[in-house]
Structures are given as C-alpha cells and as structure tokens.
C-alpha cells in the first residue's frame, strides 16, 4: 500500500521557467511533510519543509503547497535551473520520524 | 559541523552472508534513521533509534536489525543475506526532540551488492 504517491516518474522543464512536482498522499493521519533531493551516489538532500497546520511555505525558489482536503503537496520551483536536475522525493510523517517517501520524480531542466 | 557518517560506502556479499553497516550522525543528534532505496520503490523506512531505542519500526523481516550506541552512533545487521537485499542503504540523522518532527539529514549510504 503505497501511502505516499508521485505520479510522474519524470518531468523536463526549460531553463527559467517553473517546475511544479507533484506528490498525493492518503493517510489522513500525516501532519508533516519533506522534500528532498537526490544526485547520483549522493545521498538525499533536504529542500523545504511543510506542517500541516499551513498551506504553504517558501524559501528562496522554493515553495511547497499543501492542499488536505485534496491529500495532495507540491513543490515549486521558480525559475528552475540546470543544477535543479535531480530526483525529488516528498515524504510524510505522522507525528513521528517514521517518514514514508513516495517514489521520486525525476527533473530535468533543459539549457 | 560533520555531516552524517556511513560505512562502508560500498561493498560485496554472496548470498547467506550478513553484513553490518554503520553509521555516525551529526553531532548532538540524538535520532537514527534506516532507510532501503531499491530502484522504483523510493525509500523504504527500516527502522529509527532514539537514546539506544528503536523507537519506530518499518515492515522488514526480522534479518533486518540495528542499535544505537550511548554515543549516537547506530549499526544495522542484515543476516542471510538475499539477492533482493542489494540496495542502498540510506542512514538520516536528526534532533529527535519529544512531540516535533523536523527534518532528517542523510548520509552518501552504503551501497549493498549480493551476489
């Protein structure tokens, strides 16, 4: 049972323009969500962060929204950058450091 | 401040074998974190360690364990080892505070090959 769900395996966006990952969950139980980002043989790194209790939170050229009635959070980047080529994964967590990760969509952003 | 340790970063097993893994995290944290990342399944949740206590717990068998030293740091045991065990294994590290959840900083794993 896949509780946490990124739909698009890959997305291509160009240089500039905004990338918008999605990610759906279905535990309604989950208050705190992560995004991440993952190189080759590296491991993942932490972009941005999100309670439930918000909608929405930003940093720099990131910004996650949070919909929960839909179950649903994405990730905006703006503009996107060829250095933003990477996997992104969301996680979840339900009020423990048990965080459930979806299965990464990977980004490419295009010169 | 040191990011979070993990050794080895690669290595070779034949089917039966175990191995241990290991893992320093940051300095002060006090939570352990063990995730598996096999292509097209993300990252599966192992296991987390909190003052030398497993404090969370995923749905792996039980050849998968581990424990937390006074220190912090944290091994993971995987005995009779099984071609399906081929992964890289992802150790996070965070505060671990009482009733917040905040973000976990990973290490470059350790990639498990099984023969």
């Known amino acids: 049972d896949q509780q946490v769900k990124q739909n698009s395996p890959s997305l291509s966006v160009q240089e500039g323009r905004i990338s918008i990952l999605n990610c759906d969950y279905t535990?309604?139980?989950?208050?705190?969500f992560l995004w991440y980002k993952k190189y080759p043989a590296e491991g993942p790194t932490f972009l941005i962060s999100?309670?439930?209790?918000?909608d929405k939170n930003e940093d720099g050229r990131f910004t996650v929204f949070l919909n929960k009635s839909a179950k649903h959070l994405s990730l905006h980047i703006v503009p996107s950058q060829p250095g933003d080529s990477a996997v992104y994964f969301c996680?979840?967590?339900?009020?423990?450091?048990?965080?459930?990760f979806g299965t990464g969509t990977r980004l490419k952003v295009l010169a | 401040k040191a990011g979070v340790t993990q050794t080895p970063r690669y290595l070779i097993k034949t089917r039966g074998q175990q191995v241990t893994l290991s893992c320093s995290p940051i300095?002060?944290?006090?939570?352990v974190s063990w995730y598996q990342q096999t292509p097209g399944q993300g990252l599966q949740f192992l296991f987390e360690?909190?003052?030398?206590?497993?404090?969370n717990k995923g749905n792996f068998p039980g050849r998968f364990s581990g424990r937390q030293f006074s220190n912090s740091r944290s091994e993971m045991n995987v005995s009779t080892l099984e071609l399906g065990d081929s992964a890289l294994y992802l150790c996070?590290?965070?505060?671990?505070?009482?009733?917040?959840?905040?973000?976990?900083?990973f290490g470059e794993g350790s990639r498990l090959t099984v023969l």
């Open positions: 996680a979840a967590s339900a009020g423990t450091y048990k965080y459930i």
């Open positions: 535990n309604s139980m989950f208050d705190y």
């Open positions: 360690y909190f003052s030398e206590t497993q404090r």
């Open positions: 999100i309670s439930s209790i918000k």
């Open positions: 996070a590290s965070s505060s671990g505070g009482g009733g917040y959840t905040g973000e976990l900083f």
């Open positions: 300095s002060g944290h006090r939570s």
